[in-house]
């Protein structure tokens, strides 16, 4: 099966500065890659996702890269603000295919 | 706007005993997924039905089982609890799987400790 992994497992940055979130996935049919994000207390939401066949995309302060050559694909948020601190997941998954492989999630602070 | 709940948020249990956590959903999605959330380990997928009374194992199934008898409602079932099962367990749905890639929408999540 696949495995993904992510780093870094924490990260704190300054109010204003950009934050990089990094994975790698091992299966070259994977295609599909969504980034989740998850307050204290709530539930995993989609904030961003990117299909194999697009390198790059962006929703105003976040983006997201993939390297299908390299297998590995990142998050990044630029303008960090204190309500971007959450625990943030990355996820693989195969066209066709019911499961979503998910990262150990990294847990952002970003710090007024 | 999908809702998807969760019949517990707490829950405290003793070892041995007989588990049922409920997920429902209310968008006609046809796959339901459990999951459980620790710390450092991320999401671990435990089952998943992508129609009503099919099923097929994830990463994690040792120790569970599950109940797909309504399209809408899935069941994870812990037949005989231990303390290795303390957890956050974290229900999902989405539409049926297709070559266009649907989102997980995820319930609010189940906080297991079994004593």
């Known amino acids: 099966g696949e495995n993904v992994e992510q780093h870094p497992s924490t990260l704190s940055v300054q109010e204003g500065d950009s934050a990089v979130i990094k994975c790698t996935y091992s299966?070259?049919?994977?295609?599909?890659f969504p980034w989740y994000k998850q307050e204290l207390g709530k539930r995993p939401q989609l904030i961003i996702d990117?299909?194999?066949?697009?390198g790059e995309k962006k929703d105003q302060r976040i983006a997201v890269t993939l390297n299908k050559t390299a297998k590995h694909f990142s998050l990044h948020i630029t303008e960090t603000q204190p309500e971007d601190s959450a625990v943030y997941f990355c996820?693989?998954?195969?066209?066709?295919?019911?499961?979503?492989?998910f990262g150990t999630g990294t847990s952002l602070t970003v710090i007024p | 706007d999908v809702k998807v709940t969760q019949s517990s948020r707490y829950l405290v249990k003793r070892t041995g005993e007989k588990v049922f956590l409920e997920c429902v959903q209310d968008?006609?999605?046809?796959?339901m997924f459990w999951y459980r959330q620790d710390p450092g380990l991320g999401l671990r997928l435990i089952y998943f039905?992508?129609?009503?009374?099919?099923?097929e194992k994830g990463d994690i199934p040792e120790g569970y089982s599950v109940s797909r008898e309504k399209k809408e409602r899935f069941s994870l079932i812990l037949e005989s609890a231990s303390t290795n099962q303390t957890s956050m367990y974290l229900c999902a749905s989405s539409l049926r799987t297709s070559g266009v890639h649907n989102e997980q929408f995820f319930g609010p999540g189940t906080r297991l400790t079994v004593l």
């Open positions: 299966d070259s049919a994977s295609n599909y």
């Open positions: 039905s992508y129609d009503v009374k099919m099923k």
């Open positions: 990117i299909r194999s066949n697009v």
């Open positions: 968008m006609d999605h046809e796959n």
């Open positions: 996820a693989a998954r195969r066209a066709w295919y019911n499961q979503f492989y």
